[in-house]
T-cell receptor, first 114, second 113 residues
Framework: NAGVMQNPRHLVRRRGQEARLRCSPM?????VYWYRQLPEEGLKFMVY????????ESGMPKERFSAEFPKEGPSILRIQQVVRGDSAAYFC????????????FGPGTRLTVT | GESVGLHLPTLSVQEGDNSIINCAYS??????FIWYKQESGKGPQFIID?????DKRQGQRVTVLLNKTVKHLSLQIAATQPGDSAVYFC????????????FGSGTKLNVKP
């Protein structure tokens, strides 16, 4: 049973470009969470999605950031017009559902904005 | 907003000793807590969890204690090994907030051989 998959593992973008981060949850998991981590810091919640629905996006910046979890395919975190401050590790976690709380994390995507 | 903090940013222990990592949380409505281990360059790895209706839970070499009165959580690692060296995070959450978790800043555990 494969774990949470994220790709790419490393992504380099120039200021102003777009970044697309992908997350495939564990098999059987229908809930996806995105977190952001700066060096030497904890993880900060960004967004919680279920299939075709955004449940909670209270941690996501209002501009330039968007997320989706389509009926088919991986969840996508999209950052438009990236700036240097967007450089961070972005982690995706998945869980089976609201009756089971545990979240399992992917290996993360390390975004570097030059 | 909620805050989850750790008392000790860095903890050094001798191999074979027991380790205790502490965590304070601020939201009394939190009903679920998880300890994660994060090695350099990797994603957080689930270690052990505990629900608010419990005060102790044991796993393999690890024990989590929950004191709801003072909103304190601890992770005890028995017979610490070099492979335990990592950053440990506590996270609080629960059904009240759609299961999103709030993480502390982490404690770095160094195990000396």
């Amino acid at each position: 049973n494969a774990g949470v998959m994220q790709n790419p593992r490393h992504l380099v973008r120039r200021r102003g470009q777009e970044a697309r981060l992908r997350c495939s949850p564990m098999k059987g998991h229908s809930h996806v969470y995105w977190y952001r981590q700066l060096p030497e810091e904890g993880l900060k919640f960004m967004v919680y999605l279920q299939k075709e629905n955004i449940i909670d996006e209270s941690g996501m910046p209002k501009e330039r950031f968007s997320a989706e979890f389509p009926k088919e395919g991986p969840s996508i975190l999209r950052i438009q017009q990236v700036v240097r401050g967007d450089s961070a590790a972005y982690f995706c976690a998945s869980s089976p559902g609201t009756e089971k709380y545990e979240q399992y994390f992917g290996p993360g995507t390390r975004l570097t904005v030059t | 907003g909620e805050s989850v903090g750790l008392h000790l940013p860095t903890l050094s222990v001798q191999e074979g000793d027991n380790s205790i990592i502490n965590c304070a949380y601020s939201n009394s409505a939190s009903d679920y807590f998880i300890w994660y281990k994060q090695e350099s360059g990797k994603g957080p790895q689930f270690i052990i969890d505990i629900r608010s209706n419990m005060d102790k839970r044991q796993g393999q070499r690890v024990t989590v204690l929950l004191n709801k009165t003072v909103k304190h959580l601890s992770l005890q690692i028995a017979a610490t090994q070099p492979g335990d060296s990592a950053v440990y995070f506590c996270a609080e959450g629960g059904i009240y907030n759609f299961n999103k978790f709030y993480f502390g800043s982490g404690t770095k555990l160094n195990v000396k051989p």
